[in-house]
């Protein structure tokens, strides 16, 4: 990057953060802390529910899926608006009504202490290993930029981030948020406008979008339903899997997932986080399928120019310099090279003959220009094995990297450093958030319950300060495997649906079969996370079908328990709540 981008950059951050630690400065107690004092309005809660969410692995990572695998993955949050209404008829009332801190108080009070601190450790463990594939996404920035080790790269961004979050706290979060998103958009906005305005002379964005969308990278909606095929059930991403595995998914972490609860918590009263919650489920679908649209612009963008034979070039670099394998990788970045000049041309024709209607010659130039990245992706495929062969802890999934690569490559100066900051903004975000969260859970449901139940409130805060610095060191050291996960966007969410539909399948038994136990749950619950990760293992479904599976084993199963007669515990009377 050049000086100038630098200056953008950091100044960037600066102010950013200098912000949101000025408008905490006063939070120096537990409800501060956590809960902002219950003082933010709807607008607050908004920006604080989708800065958690749309972390670096938004920006960075969901542009390189849209240009390999298409835009098939904003089906993934076609459930999310229906989940919204749900959480503001259920859940909300409830936990403003119990004035908690966490979501796993209320199942003290609906079961006992044992079921509580099961799932507020199912939530801990899941929130931790994702928090930790955040780290590493904003570090691979670093260690691109900088030629940095990418373990070194971890340990300083997640030390930056530690510091954030510990200084500031809940109020920090949010704040810091709101200018973060504002920054967030606009860089996303320019990124798009300079993707089209890069194209050749006569190339325009609706000449883009039929580019890619006549090579596949626009299927949006996916209809097929065949569910006596076992390959529609392992389909990560269609309509029936959006919508249904979404919706639990979506319900599960914004119902029971702290660093999403907590949010809310924060809200002045009901109405405000009701408003929140249901803004949230209305933009974040148009806003997940514009920023998947930059990325299939991006794959039209380099259909007319040189398109990398691997993005990620330091790992190229790496594998080229070892003797051995440095003429193998020339020659087949040489035939990449040709058949880029080759799809260049046909990508023309195809604009031409679209341009004037030619029906028949443009589906001839289709059938060729799918023929020639056919070939280029057999080169890509020869070349990763060789990668692969010199350095056997290499990651050869480089979809993490093309917006990145992109960016660096083609935009001017200032733009590079504001859309690093953009990444760099949302993952801090988003990661404070959840470190807050991990904290509060542990202070609240597993410190203050378990160890020392009758501090002061200093005490208590202080104590939140120091978990939180034992996250940050946890998360530190879960980023140092995250190399090996390919697509960051897609491991985060897999990892999270591994425990969030046993997560769920508790809070609905709790609000809805008000005639099971405490023992029949606790021992559903364990069954069904056992049966969740068996099914994963097995690779029967894809991800999405694992949120309903552990939300319907863990209702099966404490409703088989109770029949006999194992779940002794009575009831609690939830009229009264």
Same mark, same amino acid.
């Given at each position: 990057?050049?000086?100038?981008?630098w200056?953008?950059?950091?100044v960037?951050?600066?102010?950013?953060?200098?912000?949101?630690?000025?408008?905490?400065?006063?939070?120096?107690?537990?409800?501060?802390?956590?809960?902002?004092?219950?003082?933010?309005?709807?607008?607050?809660?908004?920006?604080?529910?989708?800065?958690?969410?749309?972390?670096?692995?938004t920006?960075?990572s969901?542009?390189?899926?849209?240009?390999?695998?298409?835009?098939?993955?904003v089906?993934?949050?076609?459930?999310?608006?229906?989940?919204?209404?749900?959480?503001?008829?259920?859940?909300v009332?409830?936990?403003?009504?119990?004035?908690?801190?966490?979501?796993?108080?209320?199942l003290?009070?609906?079961?006992?202490?044992?079921?509580?601190?099961l799932?507020?450790?199912?939530?801990?463990?899941?929130?931790?290993?994702?928090?930790?594939?955040?780290?590493?996404?904003?570090?691979?920035?670093?260690?691109?930029?900088?030629?940095?080790?990418?373990?070194?790269?971890?340990?300083?961004?997640?030390?930056l981030?530690?510091?954030?979050?510990?200084?500031?706290?809940?109020?920090?979060?949010?704040?810091?948020?709101?200018q973060?998103?504002?920054?967030?958009?606009?860089?996303?906005?320019?990124?798009?406008?300079?993707?089209?305005?890069?194209?050749?002379?006569?190339?325009?964005?609706?000449?883009?979008?039929?580019?890619?969308?006549?090579?596949?990278?626009?299927?949006?909606?996916?209809?097929?339903?065949?569910?006596?095929?076992?390959?529609?059930?392992?389909?990560?991403?269609?309509?029936?899997?959006?919508?249904?595995?979404?919706?639990?998914?979506?319900?599960?972490?914004?119902?029971?997932?702290?660093?999403?609860?907590?949010?809310?918590?924060?809200?002045?009263?009901?109405k405000?986080?009701?408003i929140?919650?249901?803004?949230?489920?209305?933009? +974040?679908?148009?806003?997940?399928? #514009? %920023?998947? !649209?930059?990325? /299939?612009?991006? &794959?039209?963008?380099y259909?007319?120019?040189? *398109?990398?034979?691997?993005?990620?070039?330091?790992?190229?670099?790496?594998?080229?310099?070892?003797?051995?394998?440095?003429?193998?990788?020339?020659?087949?970045?040489?035939?990449?090279?040709?058949?880029?000049?080759?799809?260049?041309?046909?990508?023309?024709?195809?604009?031409?003959?679209?341009?004037?209607?030619?029906?028949?010659?443009?589906?001839?130039?289709?059938?060729?220009?799918?023929?020639?990245?056919?070939?280029?992706?057999?080169?890509?495929?020869?070349?990763?094995?060789?990668?692969?062969?010199?350095?056997?802890?290499?990651?050869v999934?480089?979809?993490?990297?093309?917006?990145?690569?992109?960016?660096? +490559?083609?935009?001017?100066?200032? #733009? %590079?450093? !504001?859309?690093? /900051?953009?990444? &760099?903004?949302?993952?801090w975000?988003?990661? *404070?958030?959840?470190?807050n969260?991990?904290?509060?859970?542990?202070?609240?449901?597993?410190?203050?319950?378990?160890?020392?139940?009758?501090?002061?409130?200093?005490?208590?805060?202080?104590?939140?300060?120091?978990?939180?610095?034992?996250?940050?060191?946890?998360?530190?050291?879960?980023?140092?495997?995250?190399?090996?996960?390919?697509?960051?966007?897609?491991?985060?969410?897999?990892?999270?649906?591994?425990?969030?539909?046993?997560?769920?399948?508790?809070?609905?038994?709790?609000?809805?079969?008000?005639k099971?136990?405490?023992?029949?749950?606790?021992?559903?619950?364990?069954?069904?996370?056992?049966?969740?990760?068996?099914?994963?293992?097995?690779?029967?479904?894809?991800?999405?079908?694992?949120?309903?599976?552990?939300?319907?084993?863990?209702?099966?199963?404490?409703?088989?328990?109770?029949?006999?007669?194992?779940?002794?515990?009575?009831?609690?009377?939830?009229?009264?709540i």
């Amino acid at each position: 990057m050049s000086l100038i981008d630098w200056i953008v950059l950091i100044v960037t951050l600066i102010a950013v953060i200098a912000y949101g630690i000025y408008k905490s400065t006063h939070e120096k107690n537990l409800d501060g802390y956590f809960k902002g004092n219950n003082s933010m309005s709807w607008f607050l809660i908004l920006i604080s529910i989708m800065g958690t969410q749309a972390s670096a692995i938004t920006f960075l990572s969901a542009p390189g899926q849209a240009y390999t695998d298409g835009m098939r993955f904003v089906q993934y949050y076609f459930g999310l608006p229906l989940a919204m209404v749900v959480l503001c008829i259920t859940f909300v009332p409830i936990y403003h009504k119990l004035k908690v801190y966490t979501a796993y108080e209320y199942l003290e009070q609906r079961f006992d202490l044992r079921t509580r601190t099961l799932t507020s450790i199912l939530f801990l463990v899941s929130r931790g290993l994702s928090t930790g594939i955040s780290i590493y996404a904003p570090s691979i920035i670093l260690s691109s930029l900088m030629g940095w080790n990418i373990y070194i790269t971890n340990l300083v961004m997640g030390g930056l981030l530690i510091i954030y979050t510990i200084t500031g706290g809940a109020k920090a979060v949010a704040y810091t948020q709101m200018q973060q998103l504002f920054i967030v958009f606009i860089g996303m906005f320019l990124a798009g406008y300079m993707v089209v305005h890069l194209l050749p002379d006569g190339v325009g964005f609706t000449d883009a979008l039929q580019v890619a969308g006549k090579m596949g990278k626009l299927n949006i909606i996916e209809t097929k339903i065949d569910v006596t095929d076992s390959l529609w059930w392992k389909d990560k991403y269609n309509i029936w899997s959006g919508v249904i595995g979404g919706f639990f998914l979506a319900l599960s972490y914004f119902g029971t997932d702290q660093s999403q609860v907590g949010r809310y918590l924060t809200a002045k009263d009901i109405k405000e986080s009701r408003i929140g919650l249901l803004m949230n489920g209305l933009v +974040k679908v148009p806003m997940q399928f #514009l %920023i998947l !649209l930059i990325g /299939a612009l991006v &794959f039209s963008f380099y259909m007319f120019y040189d *398109a990398p034979i691997f993005f990620n070039q330091a790992q190229l670099n790496k594998a080229s310099a070892k003797a051995e394998y440095t003429l193998p990788l020339a020659i087949h970045q040489a035939k990449h090279d040709s058949l880029n000049v080759v799809s260049q041309n046909q990508t023309k024709q195809l604009v031409e003959a679209i341009h004037d209607n030619n029906n028949k010659q443009t589906t001839i130039v289709q059938h060729k220009l799918e023929e020639t990245l056919k070939q280029k992706q057999e080169t890509r495929s020869q070349t990763l094995k060789l990668i692969k062969q010199a350095d056997k802890t290499a990651d050869v999934n480089d979809t993490n990297y093309i917006f990145l690569y992109f960016v660096t +490559k083609n935009l001017p100066k200032g #733009l %590079i450093g !504001l859309l690093i /900051a953009v990444i &760099f903004l949302a993952a801090w975000g988003s990661i *404070a958030a959840a470190l807050n969260s991990l904290a509060s859970s542990t202070v609240i449901d597993v410190y203050k319950r378990l160890w020392y139940p009758n501090k002061s409130d200093e005490h208590y805060y202080s104590a939140s300060r120091w978990i939180t610095l034992f996250w940050g060191l946890f998360c530190i050291a879960t980023a140092m495997f995250a190399s090996q996960l390919g697509s960051l966007i897609e491991a985060v969410n897999i990892l999270g649906s591994l425990f969030y539909g046993t997560m769920l399948g508790i809070f609905v038994v709790a609000f809805y079969m008000k005639k099971i136990g405490a023992r029949a749950v606790f021992y559903a619950a364990i069954i069904a996370e056992s049966g969740v990760i068996t099914v994963y293992i097995a690779d029967i479904v894809s991800f999405l079908w694992l949120n309903v599976i552990g939300c319907l084993f863990v209702m099966i199963f404490a409703q088989i328990i109770t029949w006999f007669k194992t779940g002794n515990n009575v009831p609690v009377n939830l009229t009264n709540i």
